[in-house]
């Protein structure tokens, strides 16, 4: 029988973040420390298997409190439903057939929920490999983010950008420019410029999370969604600086200059928190690690932090500070 396994890994964002929703430019990393990975095999129906995330049975009352705290309402079983929803309209607009053989598809994920390390795009894209492979199918590799993101954006209201789903699908280092003079039409979805760099010109990169300062990534963007839309001018400046930002890591990089790339990090939270009213658990997570003397911002839009740090005596010492705050925190697999 044949059996099709695809993975898609968590993602940093390092810079530029949230300004890809925004007309603006980011540099993301790829964490192989965790993934979702997605099983499809052919069945006789088609068959759509859950993860312990998608549980209704609880042992109390409480316990389903605790679970809705920990995963929200939605496990993954909407993602994957509504990507195979999206295959199956983008081969019917762009008149390619497929057999009519069924599968069975079933996920997992070892991605912390809503610390905003790209957990249901994960899902989505390891979803996606699975079907292309499945229908024998190919989509160009610079359309397959924005194929991710209408799944989320267009079938279930969720407000995102095309970051988090341009690093899993190209994986490494990436750069990625969403302006309005680099952003191409193809095939009717609209792409950003994505440029690879060198995973091994960054300094040690360090990830903390914590599950209890976390929140949907949903309920985070809405309100710098409402300001923008209205032209606030302070979020519209904000977001051209973290686009300037962006430009000035890459600089950064390409010189070996991981000193200044960490201070474009600080500089990329501080100007942030100038245009949010950012959670008090997630500021402390950022001041604790910066009082140790790391670099310090959001990863995404959530409980988890990314930042630089100089030697092994450093993050031992970055450990330490937000172990108080009961904080994981790791260095990246790439």
Same mark, same amino acid.
């Given at each position: 029988?044949?059996?099709?396994?695809?993975?898609?890994?968590?993602?940093?964002?390092?810079?530029?973040?949230?300004?890809?929703?925004?007309?603006?430019?980011?540099?993301?990393?790829?964490?192989?420390?965790?993934?979702?990975?997605?099983? %499809?095999?052919?069945?006789?129906?088609?068959?759509?298997? =859950?993860? $312990?995330?998608?549980?209704?049975?609880? +042992? @109390?009352?409480? /316990?389903?409190?605790?679970?809705?705290?920990?995963?929200?309402?939605?496990?993954?079983?909407?993602?994957?439903?509504?990507?195979?929803?999206?295959?199956?309209?983008?081969?019917?607009?762009?008149?390619?057939?497929?057999?009519?053989?069924?599968?069975?598809?079933?996920?997992?994920?070892?991605?912390?929920?809503?610390?905003?390390?790209?957990?249901?795009?994960?899902?989505?894209?390891?979803?996606?490999?699975?079907?292309?492979?499945?229908?024998?199918?190919?989509?160009?590799?610079?359309?397959?983010?924005?194929?991710?993101?209408?799944?989320?954006?267009?079938?279930?209201?969720?407000?995102?950008? %095309?970051?988090?789903?341009?690093?899993?699908?190209?994986? =490494?280092? $990436?750069?990625?420019?969403?302006?309005? +003079? @680099?952003?191409? /039409?193809?095939?009717?979805?609209?792409?950003?410029?994505?440029?690879?760099?060198?995973?091994?010109?960054?300094?040690?990169?360090?990830?903390?999370?914590?599950?209890?300062?976390?929140?949907?990534?949903?309920?985070?963007?809405?309100?710098?969604?409402?300001?923008?839309?209205?032209?606030?001018?302070?979020?519209?400046?904000?977001?051209?600086?973290?686009?300037?930002?962006?430009?000035?890591?890459?600089?950064?990089?390409?010189?070996?200059?991981?000193?200044?790339?960490?201070?474009?990090?600080?500089?990329?939270?501080?100007?942030?928190?100038?245009?949010?009213?950012?959670?008090?658990?997630?500021?402390?997570?950022?001041?604790?690690?910066?009082?140790?003397?790391?670099?310090?911002?959001?990863?995404?839009?959530?409980?988890?932090?990314?930042?630089?740090?100089?030697?092994?005596?450093?993050?031992?010492?970055?450990?330490?500070?937000?172990?108080?705050?009961?904080?994981?925190?790791?260095?990246?697999?790439?």
């Amino acid at each position: 029988m044949l059996v099709i396994r695809k993975k898609a890994y968590s993602r940093v964002g390092l810079m530029g973040n949230p300004s890809d929703g925004y007309g603006g430019k980011t540099i993301s990393l790829i964490l192989k420390n965790f993934a979702a990975d997605v099983v %499809l095999y052919e069945w006789e129906d088609l068959e759509i298997l =859950g993860s $312990l995330e998608d549980q209704s049975r609880f +042992e @109390s009352m409480n /316990d389903l409190v605790e679970d809705v705290k920990l995963h929200g309402y939605y496990g993954g079983i909407r993602l994957v439903k509504a990507t195979i929803k999206k295959f199956a309209e983008y081969c019917e607009r762009h008149q390619i057939a497929v057999h009519d053989r069924n599968f069975s598809i079933r996920y997992d994920s070892d991605i912390p929920r809503q610390v905003g390390l790209g957990g249901s795009s994960a899902i989505i894209v390891a979803t996606l490999r699975c079907l292309m492979e499945f229908y024998g199918v190919s989509i160009p590799l610079e359309v397959q983010p924005s194929l991710a993101l209408s799944v989320e954006a267009e079938e279930l209201g969720i407000v995102a950008g %095309l970051q988090d789903r341009a690093i899993q699908v190209y994986e =490494g280092l $990436l750069y990625m420019d969403f302006s309005e +003079e @680099s952003t191409r /039409d193809i095939e009717g979805f609209s792409c950003g410029r994505y440029a690879p760099l060198e995973v091994g010109k960054l300094p040690f990169v360090y990830v903390a999370y914590s599950e209890l300062a976390g929140e949907p990534t949903e309920v985070f963007h809405n309100d710098v969604r409402e300001r923008f839309d209205r032209g606030e001018p302070s979020v519209v400046s904000a977001m051209r600086d973290f686009a300037r930002f962006t430009d000035e890591a890459k600089e950064a990089l390409d010189s070996g200059d991981g000193v200044m790339f960490g201070k474009l990090m600080d500089q990329n939270f501080d100007k942030r928190k100038e245009i949010c009213q950012l959670p008090r658990g997630q500021v402390d997570m950022i001041e604790a690690a910066r009082s140790c003397g790391a670099t310090a911002k959001f990863a995404g839009s959530g409980g988890a932090i990314v930042g630089t740090y100089q030697d092994a005596d450093a993050f031992l010492a970055i450990q330490n500070c937000l172990n108080e705050l009961g904080c994981r925190v790791i260095q990246v697999k790439t």
